[in-house]
């Protein structure tokens, strides 16, 4: 059984910073095409950060030299770090994995970034 398990969701203020975690279970992170995507009251899901099991990655144009996406293999774990943050990245993050074409969700984290 396949899952995806979001941490480090909460409150901060502008200009700060958080680390989200993606610990896995049932499947390979360095194995996975691995994702961070991101949803905000009323609107779509996004993706906010990719990492391919080639280890390239890319990134919304919004979080564009904040946001780092990375991934720890021995703890099958992946993250986002989000620096300078701003009110309108308050969302629900969620993480996804690709498994050769099997889709897998996390059950989100909410980031609330407020003064």
């Known amino acids: 059984q396949v899952q995806l398990v979001e941490s480090g969701g909460g409150l901060v203020q502008p200009g700060g910073s958080l680390r989200l975690s993606c610990a896995a279970s049932?499947?390979?992170?360095?194995?996975?095409?691995m994702g961070w995507y991101r949803q905000a009251p009323g609107k779509e899901r996004e993706l906010v950060a990719a990492?391919?099991?080639?280890?390239?990655?890319n990134y919304a144009d919004s979080v564009k030299g904040r946001f780092t996406i990375s991934r720890d293999n021995a703890k099958n774990t992946v993250y986002l770090q989000m620096n300078v943050l701003k009110a309108e990245d308050t969302a629900v993050y969620y993480c996804?994995?690709?498994?050769?074409?099997?889709?897998?969700w996390g059950q989100g984290t909410q980031v609330t970034v407020s003064s």
């Open positions: 996804n994995g690709d498994y050769w074409g099997q889709r897998y």
């Open positions: 049932g499947i390979s992170v360095s194995l996975s095409n």
């Open positions: 990492l391919t099991r080639l280890s390239s990655t």
